[in-house]
């Protein structure tokens, strides 16, 4: 919309950061590009694995490996990598890089942190979900407490583990930003989503 | 025949002029003691205090029915006749108050009852408050209250959430110094993103709630055991 008025809007927090949303459950969208960054962090570094497999065996043995989604091992090492990085990080901190990024952590019904256990029973229970038309993930957008199918075979739920308030604060508190030390005009925040809309 | 009887007749016959003039000598006699004597100097040497003293007053009084005497005295015209101003100048108001035990008699007055029939707001209407307070030393009275107990007895997380905190933060240099204390523009951009994602996210739930026709109140949660706010 701002493109076609030619005025940058700056960035304004949604209603719901004005509260501190920290132990609140966490909503599909946060859930969902948490995931699609963890996938896209574990199958970049999976593809960086292959290749210095490959550049590896073609110093040493002169023959280049060629792998294809059709190759089983390919594809078997890629799942073992995949269970590795789930229930690693979730079992460590609840936390993957991309929950980092996005602000989410699996805890336990109570609000503990997960066990290694109960971090590998979800890894293993995660596949599920999707296996049965993704209707194991209806559970985050209508049930109370946001839990998708291996979260209630897990026993876990997904959290919001950022200060939402404090960082509106700290977007408030730029000089850039807040009203009395800028024209209305400079107000947005640079590399903030706000710009590109 | 009786013998006596002739004296009788004869003695009965006598009588009455015989009372008759003994009354007379004893009335004349009378008059010329009265008259001899100097009554005021007999009654000057008459103790009347030891007379008094020896008169039972209470055991008089008994016998005196005084609401009778009461209805008989025309108590209007014996008022109108005593001079009120003249007694109460006589009356020395100090002394008699010395006498008055005024806690006794505030004990027995129904406080109460006396102020409910007050116009408490007439009454304060009339009063100068400007000058009330003119004649108060604030600095003395400050000085005999001690703020530690007053600051002990408010809530300062209440009043703190009355704070405009994100006001304070535009407005005033605070701004600045969390800008400073805090991180750059990698932290702003997480920031950022975050705050969007969550917008997304209350966008969808808000969505699902009025496809389910049910009213939406923000992010559920937290978990009810969740021990401390996980840090980030």
């Known amino acids: 919309m701002t493109a076609h008025t030619g005025k940058v809007t700056p960035f304004e927090p949604p209603p719901a950061a004005r509260e501190s949303l920290q132990g609140h459950y966490a909503g599909f969208a946060s859930r969902f590009a948490s995931f699609a960054l963890d996938l896209v962090v574990l199958s970049g570094i999976f593809l960086l694995v292959l290749a210095a497999i490959n550049f590896a065996a073609s110093v040493l043995t002169g023959n280049s490996i060629h792998f294809s989604r059709g190759n089983t091992w390919v594809v078997v090492a890629y799942a073992v990598w995949a269970f590795i990085y789930f229930a690693h990080f979730w079992g460590l901190n609840g936390k993957t890089p991309g929950g980092a990024l996005f602000g989410v952590q699996v805890v336990t019904n109570d609000g503990d942190d997960v066990s290694g256990r109960r971090a590998i029973g979800r890894t293993l229970a995660f596949p599920l979900s999707f296996l049965i038309l993704c209707l194991g993930f209806l559970g985050i957008l209508l049930g109370d407490q946001r839990r998708a199918l291996h979260d209630v075979i897990a026993g876990t739920v997904v959290i919001y583990c950022w200060d939402a308030r404090a960082a509106r604060l700290r977007l408030l508190s730029r000089p850039r930003y807040s009203a009395p030390h800028a024209p209305p005009e400079s107000h947005s925040l640079p590399g903030s989503p706000g710009q590109a809309d | ?232």
């Open chain 2, 1 to 232: 025949m009786d013998p006596l009887a002739r004296l009788r007749t004869v003695g009965d016959r006598l009588a009455p002029p015989t009372e008759a003039l003994a009354q007379a000598i004893a009335e004349r006699v009378i008059g010329l003691v009265i008259g001899a004597l100097d009554l005021n100097a007999l009654l000057a040497e008459i103790d009347l205090n030891a007379v008094l003293e020896q008169v039972d007053l209470d055991q008089v009084l008994d016998r005196v029915d005084v609401n009778q005497v009461l209805d008989q005295a025309d108590l209007d015209s014996l008022l109108a006749r005593v001079d009120i101003e003249r007694i109460l100048d006589r009356v020395d108001v100090n002394s008699l108050l010395d006498r008055v035990d005024v806690n006794r008699l505030l004990a027995t007055v129904d406080v109460n009852r006396l102020l409910s029939t007050v116009d408490v707001t007439a009454l304060i209407g009339r009063v100068d408050m400007d000058q009330v307070l003119q004649q108060v030393d604030v600095n003395e009275v400050i000085g005999k209250v001690d703020l530690d107990a007053v600051i002990d007895r408010v809530d300062m997380n209440a009043v703190l959430q009355r704070v405009d905190l994100e006001a304070l933060v535009e407005q005033t240099d605070l701004g600045s110094i969390i800008a400073k204390s805090s991180g750059g523009v990698a932290s702003d951009l997480v920031d950022a993103v975050r705050s969007r994602t969550v917008g997304i996210d209350e966008s969808i739930a808000r969505w699902v709630a009025r496809l389910r026709r049910r009213p939406y109140t923000g992010p559920p949660g937290p978990p009810a055991g969740l021990r401390a706010p996980v840090a980030s």
